[in-house]
């Protein structure tokens, strides 16, 4: 039985994406790297220490150091997130109708925690969740599935009785290794991408899960939440 709901946190609940994609583009033309679409398709979901690891092996540089780059790309990231992004469409009430289902809820994100704790703020939910973890602490963070794992022990439940919510594949596949049921929401431009499949679920946003529920096709009863 389903006990709990783990959402991931950048591209599910907050449209954060194009301001960590245009932090990268600006802080890595430092290193007279350029970010490719395609590049940013195989990144998404992915640390931002993962993602200068990523990119380093394509085009190595000297300075700055990838720490150096990492505080500028998350300071900017985060300054611009917390000032402006949005909830993505149908996040915020999902969030409500799966807490009045008597769910308890987290998040589980490969972001740092006073920024999740910074997005629950802005988007008026923090409320509604009873944890929220940071890949950032853990040894290793997305695709591994121990920020997931250590979600679900703050809640006080096993991974077998959460269904997670993820965008990126990196996340599917985190919450998928932890043995979680999982419902992925990729973007259209990816949506037909056959590595998705990979997910229990798979919809095209979380106001299609709403709509589903209300049209009688219930993946939460089917969930036996």
């Not at 994406?17 to 790297?33: D, G, L, R």
């Not at 990144?43 to 000297?62: A, D, M, N, R």
């Not at 794992?149 to 703050?154: E, G, H, Q, R, V």
Request: glycine share 4%; with cysteine.
């Amino acid at each position: 039985m389903i006990k709990a709901a783990i959402f991931d946190m950048d591209g599910l609940l907050i449209d954060s994406e194009p301001i960590w994609v245009e932090a990268a583009q600006q802080v890595m033309q430092k290193v007279n790297f350029k970010l490719t679409h395609a590049l940013k398709l195989q990144t998404t979901g992915l640390s931002i220490k993962l993602f200068l690891e990523y990119c380093y092996k394509i085009q190595p540089w000297h300075t700055p150091t990838s720490e150096e780059l990492e505080r500028d790309i998350l300071k900017q990231a985060h300054k611009n997130i917390l000032a402006n992004a949005v909830a993505m469409p149908g996040a915020i009430e999902l969030v409500k109708k799966l807490k009045k289902q008597g769910l308890k809820l987290a998040v589980a994100s490969a972001s740092h925690m006073e920024l999740i704790e910074g997005v629950l703020k802005r988007l008026d939910i923090i409320e509604y969740f009873d944890a929220w973890h940071s890949g950032e602490l853990e040894e290793f963070t997305k695709p591994h599935p121990a920020v997931y794992l250590s979600a679900a022990a703050k809640l006080g439940v096993t991974p077998e009785e959460c269904v997670a919510f993820e965008d990126s594949f990196t996340g599917l596949r985190s919450a998928h290794a932890a043995g979680m049921t999982t419902i992925c929401v990729p973007t259209m431009e990816v949506y037909d991408d056959l590595k998705f499949d990979l997910a229990h679920y798979k919809i095209t946003s979380l106001e299609k899960y709403i709509l589903e529920e209300m049209s009688g096709k219930q993946i939460s009863t089917e969930l036996k939440v």
